[in-house]
Antibody, heavy 116, light 107 residues
Framework: EVQLVESGGGLVQPGGSLRLSCAAS????????MHWVRQTPGKGLVWLSR????????SYADSVKGRFTISRDNAKNTLFLQMNSLRAEDTGVYYC?????????WGKGTTVTVSS | DIQMTQSPSSVSASVGDRVTITCRAS??????LAWYQQKPGKAPKLLIY???SLQSGVPSRFSGSGSGTEFTLTISSLQPEDFATYYC?????????FGQGTKLEIK
């Protein structure tokens, strides 16, 4: 079964850091572009970042550029999102998703809450 | 950034009805558009990509059309499992952007 499972979310204070993971199974992870997408009640779905299959091509939304870093370990079939200098507006459900333009497989999401 | 605007924001319909949702882009995106369905507490599910291509496993009652700045998602005969929120997403240029969503409710 093709599957993505996010982990690493939790409660963090403003200015803090978290590292999210996305474990892939059931497909050749090393062949696929991957994304991170955030969902909040206020702003809906927001694309955050994407990385190509070999980790060379990386893009970020302006709202997270310089604070968040996407990476991957193809040997461990895992995608990461290192989140630093977290703000209240970073609160939400974080999804990882597969494919370059249209996201055909999504994880169930992990919740990040930024609050003091 | 390209802004995606969906209409209506919500719609009430009955099982068996035909429903159309519209998505407008703030600038031309050719056919670089996807539609997703999301149910409460679940991740989005890809329904349509490249404006009109049906994702594998998605029922044929779902269809998409459009090009440039105006796109539509049509559900030809609503089934009980179709009541959900629908989102469009442009993939023409980064940052990818989503519409605000259309909530499809049971009348």
């Amino acid at each position: 079964e093709v599957q993505l499972v996010e982990s690493g979310g939790g409660l963090v204070q403003p200015g803090g850091s978290l590292r999210l993971s996305c474990a892939a199974s059931g497909f050749t992870f090393s062949s696929h572009w991957m994304h991170w997408v955030r969902q909040t009640p206020g702003k809906g779905l927001v694309w955050l970042s994407r990385m190509n299959s070999d980790g060379i091509s990386i893009s970020y939304a302006d709202s997270v550029k310089g604070r968040f870093t996407i990476s991957r370990d193809n040997a461990k079939n895992t995608l990461f999102l290192q989140m630093n200098s977290l703000r209240a507006e970073d609160t939400g459900v974080y999804y990882c998703a597969r494919r370059s333009y249209y996201m055909d497989v999504w994880g169930k999401g992990t919740t990040v809450t930024v609050s003091s | 950034d390209i802004q995606m605007t969906q209409s209506p924001s919500s719609v009430s319909a009955s099982v068996g009805d035909r429903v159309t949702i519209t998505c407008r882009a703030s600038q031309g995106i050719s056919g670089w558009l996807a539609w997703y369905q999301q149910k409460p507490g679940k991740a989005p599910k890809l329904l349509i990509y490249a404006a009109s291509s049906l994702q594998s496993g998605v029922p044929s009652r779902f269809s998409g059309s459009g090009s440039g700045t105006e796109f539509t998602l049509t559900i030809s005969s609503l089934q009980p499992e179709d009541f959900a929120t629908y989102y469009c997403q442009q993939a023409n240029s980064l940052p990818y952007t989503f519409g605000q969503g259309t909530k499809l409710e049971i009348k």
